[in-house]
Nanobody, 121 residues
Framework: QVQLVESGGGLVQAGGSLRLSCAAF????????MRWYRQAPGKQREYVAS???????NYADSVKGRFTISRDNAKNTMYLQMNSLKPEDTAVYYC???????????????WGQGTQVTVSS
């Protein structure tokens, strides 16, 4: 079994910063790509950023230059440093990891439970 635990969300004023974490626990052999998505009220879930197993990051245009994605492979953890936050960044943020379990060579996609980020103007 594998579980993802997200943390770091909260309420912040516009221009502030938050750091999200997504930690994976369980029978993990390796983690390939890691991604962050977000979903604002009344909107579809959208891609925010991703990072490859080689730590190459990619970003949605809306967050480029403000957000930084990173990973710590030893801890099976992914981070999202969010700076210069705007009210339009308000959403529930979800992590999505491509995990290979110890018991199977198949890549499975796992989702975190989501963490609320609220940016006030």
């Amino acid at each position: 079994q594998v579980q993802l635990v997200e943390s770091g969300g909260g309420l912040v004023q516009a221009g502030g910063s938050l750091r999200l974490s997504c930690a994976a626990f369980g029978s993990i052999f390796s983690i390939n790509a890691m991604r962050w998505y977000r979903q604002a009220p009344g909107k579809q879930r959208e891609y925010v950023a991703s990072i490859t197993s080689g730590s190459r990051g990619n970003y949605a245009d809306s967050v480029k230059g403000r957000f930084t994605i990173s990973r710590d492979n030893a801890k099976n953890t992914m981070y999202l440093q969010m700076n210069s936050l705007k009210p339009e960044d308000t959403a529930v943020y979800y992590c999505n990891l491509d995990i290979i379990r110890v018991t199977s060579p198949t890549i499975y996609a796992y989702w975190g439970q989501g963490t609320q980020v609220t940016v006030s103007s």
